[in-house]
Nanobody
Framework: QARLVESGGGLVQSGDSLRLTCAASAQNFINRSRGWFRQDPGKEREFVASIDWGDDTTYYGDSVKGRFTISRDKTTNTVYLQMTSLRPEDTAIYYC??????????????????WGRGAQVTVSS
């Protein structure tokens, strides 16, 4: 069964760094774009970052630009989200997702058809 599994979440202090990992359990994620979203209870799911499967073009949400970096290892079909200069407002559950689409549509949750269960990131002030 194809699955996405997030890891690397945790509790950190403001200004710290953290790296999230999204591992794919099946080869059918190879030719798929990947994205990261986050959600706080009571709020809408927010786009964080995405990477295009074809040319590795990346997109970032305005609130994380310059602080977060998405990357991937094609040999292991793993995607990473490097987060630096973390702030309390970055606290959320972070979800990894896979999409057959490309381009700016990757900033929208409905472009994705596979989702992980999420990893909690908590940033204390």
């Amino acid at each position: 069964q194809a699955r996405l599994v997030e890891s690397g979440g945790g509790l950190v202090q403001s200004g710290d760094s953290l790296r999230l990992t999204c591992a794919a359990s099946a080869q059918n994620f190879i030719n798929r774009s990947r994205g990261w979203f986050r959600q706080d209870p009571g709020k809408e799911r927010e786009f964080v970052a995405s990477i295009d499967w074809g040319d590795d073009t990346t997109y970032y949400g305005d609130s994380v630009k310059g602080r977060f970096t998405i990357s991937r290892d094609k040999t292991t079909n793993t995607v990473y989200l490097q987060m630096t200069s973390l702030r309390p407002e970055d606290t959320a559950i972070y979800y990894c997702a896979a999409s057959p689409n490309r381009g700016e549509s990757l900033t929208r949750p409905n472009s994705y058809d596979y989702w992980g269960r999420g990893a909690q990131v908590t940033v204390s002030s």
